[in-house]
T-cell receptor, first 110, second 114 residues
Framework: QKEVEQDPGPLSVPEGAIVSLNCTYSNSAFQYFMWYRQYSRKGPELLMYTYSSGNKEDGRFTAQVDKSSKYISLFIRDSQPSDSATYLCAINTGGFKTIFGAGTRLFVKA | GAGVSQSPSNKVTEKGKDVELRCDPISGHTALYWYRQSLGQGLEFLIYFQGNSAPDKSGLPSDRFSAERTGGSVSTLTIQRTQQEDSAVYLC????????????FGSGTRLTVV
């Protein structure tokens, strides 16, 4: 079993839709949870990070962590074509090594 | 520079040749990481440098892979006797010490072994 599981998609939605992206993980020691966005032929860029459980909101983006279920989510409200990218979840125990999910490809159609 | 710089951006090499990939991290970032990204796969950790400490090489897939970081700044990833399965995007990232800051990635080197 992989330490982080993420549905690779692709996920296609119309402009303005609410998008839900999810990951599950297996190690309860993970404490830091991050979401990266990667455009084609670019490196991933940090979108949001949360520590432990709870929600964090930043504009149209909300990150949610449920440690009891080992489940993390990223919600995108009022999705835009410019949100079309690959979204990678990433988790860390607090040490140097970050484990990345495989990434979900998102297409937002105008 | 303002970001992490990687060169070359693309590299096509023949099987059996050696290649060198370069990473220039953000000035002042003490931590530097190399990851490999294959199609449909997550980012695979390769190696980690932190300041003047010995690097963590636990992710290097074979002894054909090596990396060094000179003067706590520029890093070079070397792959000897390349194989077709080495074809991937090699990503470098740097960060301030502390996971909360997250990583800043370069745009990667796309390596194709033919």
């Amino acid at each position: 079993q992989k330490e982080v599981e993420q549905d690779p998609g692709p996920l296609s939605v119309p402009e303005g839709a609410i998008v839900s992206l999810n990951c599950t993980y297996s190690n309860s020691a993970f404490q830091y949870f991050m979401w990266y966005r990667q455009y084609s032929r670019k490196g991933p860029e940090l979108l949001m990070y949360t520590y432990s459980s709870g929600n964090k909101e930043d504009g149209r983006f909300t990150a949610q962590v449920d440690k009891s279920s080992k489940y993390i989510s990223l919600f995108i409200r009022d999705s835009q074509p410019s949100d079309s990218a690959t979204y990678l979840c990433a988790i860390n125990t607090g040490g140097f090594k970050t484990i990345f999910g495989a990434g979900t490809r998102l297409f937002v159609k105008a | 520079g303002a970001g992490v710089s990687q060169s070359p951006s693309n590299k096509v090499t023949e099987k059996g040749k050696d290649v060198e990939l370069r990473c220039d991290p953000i000035s002042g970032h003490t931590a530097l990481y190399w990851y490999r990204q294959s199609l449909g796969q997550g980012l695979e950790f390769l190696i980690y440098f932190q300041g003047n400490s010995a690097p963590d090489k636990s992710g290097l897939p074979s002894d054909r892979f090596s990396a060094e970081r000179t003067g706590g700044s520029v890093s070079t990833l070397t792959i000897q006797r390349t194989q077709q399965e080495d074809s991937a995007v090699y990503l470098c990232a740097s960060s301030l010490a502390g996971v909360g800051y997250g990583y800043t990635f370069g745009s990667g080197t796309r390596l194709t072994v033919v």
